[in-house]
């Protein structure tokens, strides 16, 4: 089959609005051009998403490139169709059209240039990434390992860059966890405070602890971790009754210094000082969404790294900033790293890419076949 052009590819795409977790046709259209390129296709549907896996090829080094066709809700303020995938002034608008489905076609395109290789190239494309990441990338990789299928080197698309197309590397991602705190007093009367306990000076006496402690400067590949308080909630509409309960949320970004066990800890021994200060009853809960990892730089990151400067005149910037990712699941098969568009416009309104940038993009990843299954980084 002749070469796949990555714009048609991506317009295709962006025209199925598939919002989490609809699909609406998105992966029918991708998995007909995997076919035809000579992939053996599975869909695996679990849950309400659906998900796609599709390998050419039976003999290592195996080389997977990974994504979703899922999109987040249109919301408010657009002057383009967001699923009508329209090219103005040489850009590519549409949701999906940075994060990621461009960044999907620029793959299937690069893969239609390259002969196929001694090797096995596949794509593992989930449903559920901008959801709650349950059914996707997390299920598909215990299904590949029930089926004894090993992944050797993976990339991510996600729009990992800054600015071009290449211009940064994700080599890792900080951690996230999420605490919920709930302070208990005793209610009473605000004119007899003595026989109350009022659980908010408690909790603003621990926010303002948790949120002014330093949990570190950054690590050799990592950025200072952060704490964000998102919400205090009291909810009392009298003006006369000191409250029985009050209540925070905050989230943790966290580096390669700390685990979800150690945050917790952490969190649970200020409480406990707090609550012991104030007389309060102080509960912590947490729930972690991906904890923090690091590919170590070494042969395959270097191998990207150089395919990228060829390509581009300029090597990359190794980073493990921004957000979580379907990467955070995916390092625990194989070495991962995430390159793609530049996500400037994600999530917004009118979101958009260069055509341009998305043949770049299509450029890098052909170049980086090319070089991997010359000299696989094994
Ligand atoms: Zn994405």
Request: aromatic letters at 6%.
């Amino acid at each position: 089959m002749a070469g796949i052009d990555a714009l048609a590819l991506a317009q295709a795409l962006i025209r199925r609005p598939s919002v989490t977790p609809a699909d609406a046709g998105a992966l029918n259209v991708l998995e007909a051009v995997l076919k035809e390129l000579g992939f053996t296709t599975h869909r695996l549907p679990f849950g309400d998403v659906d998900n796609l896996y599709a390998r050419r090829g039976t003999e290592v080094p195996h080389f997977c490139f990974a994504g979703h066709t899922d999109v987040v809700p249109v919301g408010e303020g657009w002057k383009a169709d967001p699923f009508a995938a329209e090219v103005k002034d040489g850009v590519l608008y549409g949701r999906g059209a940075a994060d990621m489905k461009s960044a999907i076609a620029a793959f299937v395109a690069a893969v239609s240039r390259i002969a196929p290789p001694k090797g096995s190239i596949s794509l593992l494309i989930t449903g559920d990434e901008e959801g709650a990441a349950v059914n996707g990338t997390i299920k598909l990789l215990e299904w590949l390992k029930a089926k004894g299928e090993k992944i050797d080197h993976c990339v991510v698309g996600e729009p990992t860059s800054v600015s071009t197309t290449g211009d940064t590397l994700k080599i890792g991602r900080r951690g996230s966890i999420n605490f919920r705190l709930t302070v208990r007093g005793v209610q009473g009367h605000v004119g007899y405070p003595q026989k109350a306990k009022n659980p908010i000076p408690a909790l603003a006496e621990l926010v303002t602890q948790l949120a002014g402690h330093k949990l570190d400067k950054g690590t050799e590949h990592f950025d200072a971790s952060t704490l964000a308080f998102t919400t205090v909630d009291v909810g009392n509409p009298a003006t006369n009754v000191i409250p029985g309960e009050a209540r925070a949320g905050f989230n943790i970004r966290f580096n390669d210094r700390h685990t979800p066990d150690s945050l917790t800890n952490f969190v649970k021994d200020r409480a406990a000082r707090v609550a012991q200060e104030t007389g309060c009853e102080i509960e912590v809960v947490s729930q972690t969404s991906g904890v923090a990892f690091l590919t170590q730089p070494g042969k395959f990151t270097q191998l990207v790294s150089d395919t990228v400067a060829t390509v581009t005149g300029q090597a990359p910037f190794f980073s493990t900033s921004g957000g979580t990712s379907d990467a955070r699941f995916i390092k625990d098969a194989c070495p991962v790293v995430e390159l793609g568009l530049a996500g400037a416009t994600m999530h917004k309104a009118d979101e958009c890419v260069p055509v341009a940038e998305i043949a770049a993009l299509t450029d890098i990843y052909a170049a980086l076949l090319a070089a991997y299954f010359a000299k696989p980084p094994l």
